[in-house]
């Protein structure tokens, strides 16, 4: 992840818990609890206010919840107590390691499109060392950002790696990942030119 992508949110994190917290996600909460098994122990990366961990906490699931941005982690354990214990601080690539796992699952929503995308082929291939055989990953990423430059940066710093449906599912699929769905949905902000990708695919056998 960019150090400006990482200044951003470290910079920033009062407000974005804010948002995150506000967010109308029921759905988006439907689906990942949906996508694993039941108490399925699942790896969150990029937990940001610990909103998504939290509900899947709730859900019956032995989650560990992590994020690059020591700020975030003390927020989503204030947030959100019963997490206390089960957030660690993974940065993406170089953190995510075989001695995380091995997990049933592992999900992120709104994180894998701050990666370059050799870095998101990076952490889809180490994904599989730590996932179980036909263990499964759900991400959701943006389609589509009406603010975002020809370079990838919105103005604000973060970058934003823009790939098609098509490209996700090819990137899942080159690091040894079978699709089981992939669908796209409207924002959970309520922006109108925003779409997401929700994906759910399992590690092959080979």
Not at 53 to 61: I, K, R, T
Not at 78 to 99: E, K, Q, V, Y
């Given at each position: 992840?960019?150090?400006?992508?990482?200044?951003?949110?470290?910079a920033?994190?009062?407000n974005?818990?804010?948002?995150?917290?506000?967010a109308?996600v029921?759905?988006l909460?439907?689906l990942?609890?949906?996508?694993?098994?039941?108490?399925?122990r699942?790896?969150?990366?990029?937990?940001?206010?610990?909103?998504d961990?939290?509900?899947?906490?709730?859900?019956?699931f032995?989650v560990i919840?992590?994020?690059a941005?020591?700020?975030?982690?003390?927020a989503a354990?204030?947030?959100?107590?019963a997490?206390?214990g089960?957030?660690?601080?993974?940065?993406?690539?170089r953190?995510?390691?075989?001695?995380?796992?091995?997990?049933?699952?592992?999900?992120?929503?709104?994180?894998?499109m701050?990666?370059t995308?050799?870095?998101?082929?990076?952490v889809?291939?180490?994904?599989?060392h730590?996932?179980?055989?036909?263990?499964?990953?759900?991400?959701?990423?943006?389609?589509?950002?009406?603010?975002?430059a020809?370079?990838?940066f919105?103005?604000?710093?973060?970058?934003?790696?823009?790939m098609?449906?098509a490209?996700w599912?090819?990137?899942?699929r080159h690091?040894g990942?079978?699709?089981?769905t992939?669908?796209t949905?409207s924002d959970?902000?309520?922006?109108?030119?925003?779409?997401w990708l929700?994906?759910?695919?399992v590690?092959?056998?080979?």
């Amino acid at each position: 992840m960019t150090d400006t992508t990482l200044a951003y949110y470290t910079a920033c994190w009062k407000n974005l818990v804010r948002r995150y917290e506000s967010a109308d996600v029921p759905d988006l909460h439907a689906l990942l609890a949906s996508s694993f098994p039941p108490g399925a122990r699942l790896l969150e990366l990029g937990c940001g206010s610990g909103r998504d961990a939290a509900h899947m906490l709730a859900s019956g699931f032995d989650v560990i919840a992590s994020d690059a941005v020591q700020e975030m982690i003390d927020a989503a354990a204030a947030c959100h107590p019963a997490l206390a214990g089960r957030i660690c601080r993974i940065c993406l690539p170089r953190d995510l390691t075989p001695s995380l796992g091995p997990f049933d699952g592992v999900y992120a929503v709104a994180t894998f499109m701050h990666l370059t995308r050799p870095a998101i082929q990076d952490v889809f291939s180490r994904i599989r060392h730590i996932l179980i055989p036909e263990g499964r990953l759900f991400f959701s990423v943006p389609l589509h950002r009406d603010d975002v430059a020809a370079d990838e940066f919105d103005a604000k710093g973060r970058r934003f790696t823009a790939m098609t449906h098509a490209d996700w599912t090819g990137i899942c699929r080159h690091t040894g990942f079978d699709i089981i769905t992939a669908a796209t949905t409207s924002d959970g902000l309520g922006r109108e030119s925003f779409a997401w990708l929700n994906c759910l695919a399992v590690s092959g056998r080979s």
